[in-house]
Structures are given as C-alpha cells and as structure tokens.
C-alpha cells in the first residue's frame, strides 16, 4: 500500500533524485509530493539546462538544485546528480520523473526490496496499457523483452526511470551513455555486474503532455546500448 519512507530510510541516508528539462510547470508539485511520500528524503533537482525556470521552482522548494549549463540529455543530468548525492553521503537512491508520470507515494513500495536485503536495484514497473503512447509500448516492450535474456529474470520494464538502488550499485554502474539511453545501460550494466534486479509494479500515467523522446534517434540509441551487451544476452548474466 502506498504510505511513507519511514525514519530508518532517511537516516541511512536517503536521496530522490528528478532529472528535469523544462518542467516548471510540474515540478513544484512533484517535489511536494516526494516530500509528503518520503519526509526524511534530501531532493536533489537534475536541472537539464531549462529555460523556462525549473532551476529556480526546484530552489524555491528547498531542493538541492544540480544544474547542467546547457541541455546534454536525460543520462547526463541524472549521472551529475548522483555524483553529488553520493559525494553528500547517500546511502540510498531512488530516481523519479518531473513531468508528473510517476506516483511518488509508490516510493516506499521500491524501498522495501532494498531494505529487506532481497535486491539491490529496484524498478518501478509500469502496465503497458492503451494510456501508453503506442510507439512507447512497442518500444517498451521490445527492451523488456531484451532485458529478460539478460536477467534470465522477468524485466517487465526496462526503460523506467522511478528505481531505487543502493550505494554501492551507483558507485560501480556508470554509463557513458547521456541520454534516454542512460537508464537502459544503467540496467543491463547492474544485471552484467550481478546485481540482484528486482521489479514492482507502480501506475501507470500518462496524461498527453509532450515527451522529449526522440523516437528514431533514441530508439537507435537504445539499440546500440543492447549491441554492447549482445554476448552476455546470449549466455545470460553471470
């Protein structure tokens, strides 16, 4: 059931990190959210070069703000604020968009895995349901599919960016890749290296607001990430 992070969590050092590109218009209200959901967390806002303002919304909340001087992609965004998290002591990290896509109260529900001992890198599983852009569900379907070989595990969703991981996964996964691309990498790079990967479902929302996916750019940005991994899919993971 949805709830929130409870004392353990924050004193061990809890970190939500939002990679954001012009979201001012939602960022606000995701940030509250994740504050009501997980009150012991430290917020650090991913500021992807905007324009329009998210730098200054995310500072106004009391987030720790990570800004990129111009815009070099979701991946770049999320791997400087991890480095600063980390450099500031995080123990555990959990990674949510800013467009308002993901259900911050479903936090706890990937922590749990962690705090149990059962995983060390936890993704939040959305339903590929008709509210999912068609191109995405194909899309996301294919990666999951992928990703599966690899686990020799369900991956029921590869490419979501709401996860929880610990320390130690983020001090050795490290994509080079910046973009959309990052989280893809991030994944198949935790499940190469042995990480134990495990998955939960979370909503699934999408309300028609405009998605910086780049279809034919990305989605051969992803396939280069799965090329690179092509001999662990066909022995599976160690």
């Known amino acids: 059931m949805p709830g929130r992070v409870d004392r353990a969590a924050g004193d061990g050092g809890l970190a939500v990190v939002i990679p954001a590109f012009q979201a001012a218009a939602t960022i606000g209200a995701v940030i509250a959210a994740v504050r009501r959901a997980a009150p012991e967390a430290r917020i650090y806002l991913a ?48 990674t949510i968009d800013a467009d308002g896509q993901h259900d911050p109260t479903a936090i706890p529900r990937l922590l749990e895995p962690l705090t149990a001992g059962d995983a060390d890198l936890v993704l939040g599983a959305r339903a590929r349901t008709p509210a999912m852009p068609a191109g995405r569900r194909f899309n996301n379907w294919l990666s999951s599919m992928l990703a599966t070989r690899v686990a020799r595990n369900p991956i029921p969703d590869a490419q979501t960016g709401f996860r929880a991981f610990g320390r130690a996964v983020a001090e050795v996964v490290r994509p080079r890749e910046t973009r959309y691309d990052y ?3 991030f994944l198949l790079g935790a499940l190469a290296a042995g990480y134990r990967v495990r998955s939960v479902p979370v909503p699934t929302v999408y309300d028609g607001a405009a998605s910086y996916f780049r279809p034919l750019a990305d989605t051969w940005r992803l396939a280069r990430v799965f090329a690179r991994y092509g001999g662990t899919m066909l022995t599976g993971a160690k």
Not at 66 to 94: T, Y
């Open 183 to 185: 989280e893809l990498a």
């Open 47 to 94: 500021d992807d070069g905007s324009t329009d303002g998210t730098g200054d919304v995310g500072r106004g909340t009391g987030a720790a703000v990570v800004r990129l001087p111009e815009n070099r992609g979701k991946g770049a965004a999320l791997a400087a604020a991890l480095e600063r998290a980390l450099a500031d002591g995080a123990e555990i990290l959990v």
